[in-house]
């Protein structure tokens, strides 16, 4: 049980999206009555709008990743609920460059309902919109689960390469060819010591014993298929990259992107030591570790768990990938 | 275009009476949605009815069906939470570019090709197909029978769409989900149309004369 600090449940939410807008002002615009925010700044070269958005409960995605270089706009839900299509719908026309709209969204049944909603009206009001789906969370690929793979940790990579892709004047067609691209050569996996605790009771979203591991946990409170023992985080990091590996076989050539993300309440001591494991697995295995961050990119409110990604790359959407970025939470 | 076109007035009484036929179903629409789904259905229908009759009273009088289905359609998109009753929002939408796109009347081939586009975007949008207890098994029947009522009347031609998307609403009764909030219950939902398939039915229904309850048109004929 972890109280919130907040005024109320059910202002957790606009409390925080009012205080981001006074925060970075300098960075975003915060459309209050109509729930989204926009890039004050923006590549004049870019000719298509990059707009994403999701549930609350994941900050810094997605309203940290808007600006210049990555997100035109990102509208964002309620704790683990999808944004209205009206927020979509109306942020999406704020942002649209000649070329249109890119929504790039997570695999999860309401975003896609929601963005498909605002799509069909785009559509109906004569404006071009495309979409990339993410989802590269390798614990929900089952033939069993009809609904695909989660998107999770590789949302924010694919934000960023897009972004700099976006900032050459590439077209809409060329940027869904290499999101989705990017989306089927990226893969997460991510394991929890305790769950999240709900903003309204404070009480954990599921029990794990001191020692237990959910091992595939998703980022809204879903448990994984299976509960393992904790063991040491060399022999978890070893597992769990193996399983990334097996799934993406990278070339020895290929460039490797990796994310190392915390999930609300793992230390940075913590997340470091993780990541000079993930380090050793894949020199070891001989995979070109091209880039990395390590830190906290999409977290699912207070679990106290990580995620990996690794994103096989190309010396292209490494060019896009370093290309600058000014947001709230990622600049180079 | 025929005379039998529905012009504004008429399609302003047909979405009226919509409305008074959602008041009227509220409490057998939110009591067959806890059976089947969250239970907040027949609220957020009644809610977008409200929206558009607000929005619609402030409409000029003279408002042709392409600007009156078009209001419809911005109240349900725009006002009303969960997913449902914006995707009806998504057919007004479509009747209403189907209407401006044939001149000031509503003529049975508008109806016919608004409802056919309406259906392929909700199936877009929802991934759904017929079978899948969703609101869609009432709308394919309904696009159907108007694709199939060629020249008649608009009046007659929706009766016909009416009868098939109660048909299909009898239908789901005897399906399990695989789509929507119903698709958790599995077996368990079996024995309760979907709530979703029953809007679309009182809409159709609505252009003839408004629909006091629900019993009548669920149990099985023929």
Known sequence: MARYFENDAGELVPDALSGFARAHADL????PADGFFTARQASPARRVGLLSGGGSGHEPLHAGYVGAGMLDAACPGRVFASPHNRQIYRASRAVAGPEGVLHIVKNYTGDRINFGIAAERLADAGITCARVLIDDDLASDSEEIASGRRGTGATMLIEKVLGG?????????????????????SRTLAAASAAHNAPATGEPAFGLLPGELEYGVGIHGERADRTRSQGSVDALVDDMTGALLDALRPGPDDPVVALVNGLGSVTSLELYGIFGELARVLDARRVRLARHLVGDYVTALDMRGFSLTLMVADHDTLGFYDAPVRTPALRW | ?????????????????????????EAELTALDQRAGDGDFGTNLATGVRAAGLLLDR??????PAETLGTMATAFLDEIGGTSGPLFGLLFQALSRAAADSGPGLTTAALADGTAQGLAAIRRVGDASPG?????????????????????P??????????????GVRDTASLSARMGRASYLGERATGIPDPGAVGIALFFASAAGTVPALGPHLRPTG
């Open chain 1, 28 to 31: 975003v615009a915060y459309d």
């Open chain 1, 165 to 185: 892709a976006a900032d050459t004047g590439m077209g809409l067609g060329a940027l869904v060819d290499l999101g989705t691209s990017l989306a089927g050569r």
């Open chain 2, 1 to 25: 275009m025929t005379t039998a076109a529905f012009d504004g007035t008429r399609t302003r009484e047909w979405i009226r009476r919509f409305a008074d036929s959602v008041y009227a179903t």
């Open chain 2, 59 to 64: 409409t000029d009088e003279s408002a042709g």
């Open chain 2, 132 to 152: 899948d207890k969703t609101l869609v098994d009432a709308l394919d029947p309904a696009a159907a029978a108007l694709r199939a009522a060629g020249t008649a």
């Open chain 2, 154 to 167: 608009p009046a007659t031609a929706l009766a016909t769409a009416a009868d098939g998307a109660w048909r």
